[in-house]
Nanobody, 111 residues
Framework: VQLVESGGGLVQPGGSLRLSCAAS????????MGWYRQDPGKQRELVAT???????NYADLVKGRFTISRGNAKNTVWLQMNNLKPEDTAVYFC??????WGRGTQVTVSS
């Protein structure tokens, strides 16, 4: 199984980014997918998840600002992040079925 994240970068507060995670080596459509994030020195925390049926769950800190979605035909999950805040700065990781992890993509929110 391989998960490859992309779309991170530097953005100003209030800006937007869209992260992508492409999966291979597994039946993607049957799996719950998730995005997590981690700051140096802190524990990895849940950002959002989406089930195979499209049910979503968000951390309170990102509700109303972030949207997780999936495209089973493309084996891809996305995280649309709007109204970004400096405290959203972290490495964002893609997770598949609570088992496999990508290497992460850095998101930095700074003026």
């Amino acid at each position: 199984v391989q998960l490859v994240e992309s779309g991170g970068g530097l953005v100003q507060p209030g800006g937007s980014l869209r992260l992508s995670c492409a999966a291979s080596g597994i039946t993607f459509s049957m799996s719950t997918m998730g995005w997590y994030r981690q700051d140096p020195g802190k524990q990895r925390e849940l950002v959002a998840t989406i089930t195979s049926g499209g049910r979503t769950n968000y951390a309170d800190l990102v509700k109303g600002r972030f949207t997780i979605s999936r495209g089973n035909a493309k084996n891809t999950v996305w995280l649309q992040m709007n109204n970004l805040k400096p405290e959203d700065t972290a490495v964002y990781f893609c997770n598949l079925a609570d088992t496999w992890w990508g290497r992460g993509t850095q998101v930095t929110v700074s003026s």
